[in-house]
Every structure is written in C-alpha cells, then in structure tokens.
T-cell receptor, first 110, second 115 residues
C-alpha cells in the first residue's frame, strides 16, 4: 500500500508559471523526500525535509512539511519546459526503506 | 562514479522463461533496493538488502521471484517462470545506510516485457 498520495495526479501549466504538488501520508515520519522521474528514466532525488523542519528551499524548489496535517507540498517556481516529469514524494520507514506515492505528472508547455 | 548500473536495459521474453536482472550499486553504498513500476500499481518496493543481507522481502509478489546479493557490488533479481503480468520496469537503487536519512540513487531501470 502507498504511504504517500500525491495530488493532483496530473498538472499542465505554461512555462513561467508556478507548479504546486501536494503529498499526504498516513503514519508518523522522520523525513520526507521528493523525487523526479523523466520519462523512461530512473528517479532522481530532489530534496529531503526532516520532520522537525517546516520549509526547505533548493534553487527553484520550495518544499513545506506540516506534520500535524501529515502533508507536504512541492512548489516549482518559474517553471520551464524541462521541468516536465513525474514527481513523487517518499516517506521513510524501517531501516532505509522508502514508500513512494503514486506521483504527479507535470507538463510544462513552452 | 558511473551511478547505479542495471542490465539489461530491455528484456523481451516468452512466458515460462527465466529472467535475470542485474544491478551494480554505487561503490560504498551498503543498502540496495529492488523496485517494480507499473501504470496500475505505481512504484513498489520488492526487496532490500543492508550489507548484502536481505532485510525485507515482503514486497516480493510470489515465490517465482528471488533476489540475491552475493557481494557488495552485485545483485540479481530472478523471475522463474516469468508470466505476462510480470511485465514492468524494474529499478535498482542504492544508498548509504549509516548516519541516515539518505537519498536513494536509482539506476536507469530494466524494461521487461513477457509475451
């Protein structure tokens, strides 16, 4: 079963606009990670946020975490066509296990 | 470092045949994960190893699936006999174990088609 569920499942925006993806999870976590997957490729780690952090930035990425609501959001500012990909949240479990959500498919139109 | 290496990249086989997928993790990483990705079920963790020892194989769908890690630089995922519903993209990922949390590094995947 999936721990994290992304919303929306698909998102289409114009280049230059901001894209916001949300992730909800069910059980307590120590950290939450976001990954990106280009079509036909493996997943690539974007950012990790710990449970005691509320917000984290990396370049055009901004991640928030609300542990009281068991939710996280990924904001991509000033989107580019190259940002077109699927984005997954992943929550930690026993050992080094990660449980991935179903992903949000983002399309950025030039 | 070349990253996580998987082979083959594509495999087409007939139902009933044995399939072996291979993975070379990033040097120095001591956790290795096998995932399966399909449109219907998303990304599923099949099994993971720490220091070459299988820790959790609860995601392995059936006894037809088996995985080994004979040393720190090599792992295999075997399906015998294969069935059409095994068609999917299989990913291997590796990470550090100690001093976590750590990100996982994914290989390019093996696209398996069973006819």
């Amino acid at each position: 079963s999936q721990q994290g569920e992304e919303d929306p499942q698909a998102l289409s925006i114009q280049e230059g606009e901001n894209a916001t993806m949300n992730c909800s999870y069910k059980t307590s976590i120590n950290n939450l990670q976001w990954y990106r997957q280009n079509s036909g490729r493996g997943l690539v780690h974007l950012i990790l946020i710990r449970s005691n952090e509320r917000e984290k930035h990396s370049g055009r990425l901004r991640v928030t975490l609300d542990t009281s609501k068991k939710s996280s959001s990924l904001l991509i500012t000033a989107s580019r066509a190259a940002d077109t990909a699927s984005y997954f949240c992943a929550t930690d479990g026993a050992g080094n296990m990660l449980t991935f959500g179903g992903g949000t498919r983002l399309m950025v139109k030039p | 470092d070349a990253g996580v290496i998987q082979s083959p990249r594509h495999e087409v086989t007939e139902m009933g045949q044995e399939v072996t997928l291979r993975c070379k993790p990033i040097s120095g990483h001591n956790s290795l994960f096998w995932y399966r990705q399909t449109m219907m079920r998303g990304l599923e963790l099949l099994i993971y190893f720490n220091n070459n020892v299988p820790i959790d194989d609860s995601g392995m769908p059936e006894d037809r699936f088996s995985a080994k890690m004979p040393n720190a630089s090599f792992s295999t995922l075997k399906i015998q006999p294969s069935e059409p519903r095994d068609s999917a993209v299989y990913f291997c990922a590796s990470s550090l174990q100690a001093g976590g949390p750590h990100e996982q590094y994914f290989g390019p995947g093996t696209r398996l088609t069973v006819t």
